[in-house]
């Protein structure tokens, strides 16, 4: 399965964003984030992931990573809402992906060709602490795979 992880990373270089991998530090880790198209996904890891394909369909995928090295981990909560440029809100669904070694986490976003989209994401990595919140823009572009 890290293969997969390695797969979805690779195919997020192919998604026409305005950033390819980015990342939000925490305090004692940091979240990788990125989008890519639905498309790129082989149909034989989509329906095993039970993930939907769909040429305005891309998913942001979310790894965090401690500070100190390591893999994805599992975190208490993650949560976030994404709103176009009309503020029209949608709350995201966290899909977890488990590996032998690694966790990150898939969301489906749905949009219209070259819609700008606005993500508020939050991570609590233990039930101890506060969550942490912080937003990004993307300009998100039909496929033509």
């Known amino acids: 399965m890290k293969l997969l992880l390695s797969l979805l ?21 940091t979240v990788h984030y990125n989008l890519f198209d639905s498309l790129s996904i ?8 039970q993930l939907k394909r ?22 208490f909560r993650l949560f976030g809402k994404s709103r176009n440029m009309l503020q029209q809100h ?12 690694t966790t990150y986490y898939l969301v489906p976003v749905p949009f219209r060709n070259e819609e700008i989209m606005h993500f508020d994401i939050s991570v609590q990595i233990s ?3 506060e969550p942490e919140t912080f937003t990004f823009t993307r300009k998100l572009y039909k496929s033509h795979i």
């Open 127 to 129: 039930s101890k602490d």
């Open 90 to 101: 949608v709350d995201l669904e966290f899909i977890k992906i488990e590996e032998k070694d």
């Open 42 to 49: 082989p149909a034989e890891v989509a329906e095993r992931l």
């Open 9 to 29: 990373l690779l195919l997020s270089l192919s998604f026409n964003t305005q950033a390819i991998d980015v990342t939000h530090s925490l305090e004692e880790h």
């Open 54 to 75: 769909g040429d305005k369909l891309a998913y942001l995928n979310i790894a965090i990573i401690p500070k100190n090295g390591g893999f994805g981990i599992e975190v």
